[in-house]
């Protein structure tokens, strides 16, 4: 059975409305995190690594061992001069 659109327009205002209520917050935090890092370089390097403005490793990354995160992360001659 096909889904019309007003049934599609109401998902995703319910979606959308969930996000607001729920999530924006928390990723404007992590965006401000990542805008006031001294130098790109440093940002890849932070995303890279997962972590958070808390100091520890975002959620998201939780079944990614933190030695694998290191290596991924570690600064290549290519990325730390940026």
């Known amino acids: 059975m096909p889904v019309n ?3 599609i327009e109401r998902r995703v205002a319910q979606a959308v409305s969930d996000y ?3 999530h924006r917050k928390d990723a404007i935090k ?4 990542y805008r006031d890092t001294p130098t790109l370089g440093h940002a890849i390097t ?5 972590c958070t403005a808390g100091g520890g490793k975002h959620p998201h990354q939780w079944r990614i ?3 694998a ?3 991924f992360g570690a600064p290549s ?6």
């Open 65 to 67: 061992p933190r030695d």
């Open 5 to 7: 659109d007003a049934v």
């Open 46 to 50: 932070r995303a890279a690594h997962a």
């Open 20 to 22: 607001i209520a729920h």
């Open 77 to 82: 001659p290519a990325v730390s001069g940026l």
């Open 69 to 71: 995160l290191r290596e």
């Open 30 to 33: 992590e965006l401000q995190f």
